[in-house]
């Protein structure tokens, strides 16, 4: 009988998957909730960021309704948030909805 992992810990290893990625490109791990109305705006600008760089870039949205232990250890108190990960440490957060040309200068360093 194999045993069933808890949520927790499959949340855990969902994380520690793209921590292992951040050592080959910008890791972007934007936390948001499905009532979140202004994240939509956002989302566009990021997945056009990833259409752009490809695989110099990991895009994971995150609901932080599901993914709760993820947004809490990362210290993500408010939606939507964004974070950028290289070489497996936090480099930048933005909170709050951002504008195209932030994010942009936030990713353009770690490309």
Known sequence: MTKERNPIEQNEDYLSDWLENSDRRVVILAFTAAWVGSFFLFRGYLEDLKEK???????????????????????????????????????????????RNKLLASVKPYL
Request: net charge negative; glycine share 10%.
């Open 53 to 99: 760089h490809g695989e110099n870039v990991g895009l994971q949205i995150i609901d932080v309704e599901k993914y709760g232990s993820i947004a809490r250890k990362l210290g993500v108190s408010q939606v939507p948030t964004t974070i950028l990960l290289r070489n497996h440490e936090i480099v930048d957060m933005l909170i709050g909805t951002t504008s």
